[in-house]
């Protein structure tokens, strides 16, 4: 399999200890993107509802908020996450939970391909994402979503709002690209920020083989050396 286009050193997932302490910002965070991904489903028409997730990690979100959900049976998910445990981590929760056709797949999500089949959805999931790629990369992911995603389509996002706060840039890029913000986190919330963007515009061809970003990680981003120690 082919591999993200730098290596990445960081345990991923250890990185998700954080979301068992309900206090912390991470949780905080979680509960608000499962409120917000339950809405965009009870907003979705009748029929099957397709999900993807970018960088899925666990899958704590998509999994969480729509075990118990009354539209659960409609949806058919693809959790695309590079880290096997955590891959074999989401793939159980999934089974436990019922969603049976939620899968988890070891795959590079940056790259299009990762979607093919599963697309296009109806509902994205790019949460611990933007925080992790160069603004050019999130950029450019934004404006690649139109091929990923079904008219309608709902995209959950996140992104930190540590200064300089550029979740202002990212609702624009959104914006240019035919996407109506449908919520966005208040900014006295500033250790992180969850939007909703609705999909307005026409879908583009799906083409496989298309880099969208390259995940560097946020401790690299911070310290401006791709070979952290
Ligand atoms: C910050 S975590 C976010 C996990 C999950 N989306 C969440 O919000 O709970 C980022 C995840 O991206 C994964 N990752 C990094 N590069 C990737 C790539 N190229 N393709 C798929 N997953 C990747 C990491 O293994 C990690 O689990």
């Not at 959900?69 to 019922?98: S, W």
């Not at 515009?201 to 791709?226: A, H």
């Amino acid at each position: 399999m082919e591999q993200c286009n730098q290596p990445e050193r960081r345990d991923w997932a250890a990185w998700h200890d954080a979301y068992d302490d309900p206090g912390s910002a991470l949780a905080r965070r979680l509960r608000t993107v499962q409120q917000r991904l339950r809405e965009a489903v009870d907003a979705a028409p009748p029929g099957r509802i397709r999900a993807i997730s970018l960088c899925a990690g666990q899958g704590r979100d998509l999994i969480g908020a729509l075990r118990d959900h009354p539209r659960r049976d409609d949806l058919v998910g693809r959790l695309v996450e590079l880290d096997p445990a955590n891959v074999r981590l989401a793939g159980r929760a999934a089974r436990d939970a019922g969603l049976k056709r939620v899968s988890a797949v070891v795959g590079d999500a940056s790259r299009t391909d990762a979607y093919a089949g599963a697309v296009p959805a109806d509902v994205v999931m790019v949460c611990g994402v933007f925080g992790n790629i160069r603004d050019a990369d999130i950029e450019r992911t934004i404006g690649l979503l139109p091929q990923l995603c079904a008219p309608g389509a709902f995209v959950v996002w996140t992104r930190n709002r540590k200064a300089p706060d550029i979740t202002p840039r990212i609702r624009g890029w959104f914006a240019e690209h035919d996407f109506e913000e449908c919520w966005i986190s208040p900014p006295e919330e500033r250790a992180f920020g969850v939007g909703v963007h609705r999909f307005t515009g026409t879908p583009q061809p799906f083409r496989p083989g298309v880099r969208m970003f390259t995940f560097v990680g946020y401790d690299v981003l911070r310290n401006g050396s791709p070979w952290p120690t």
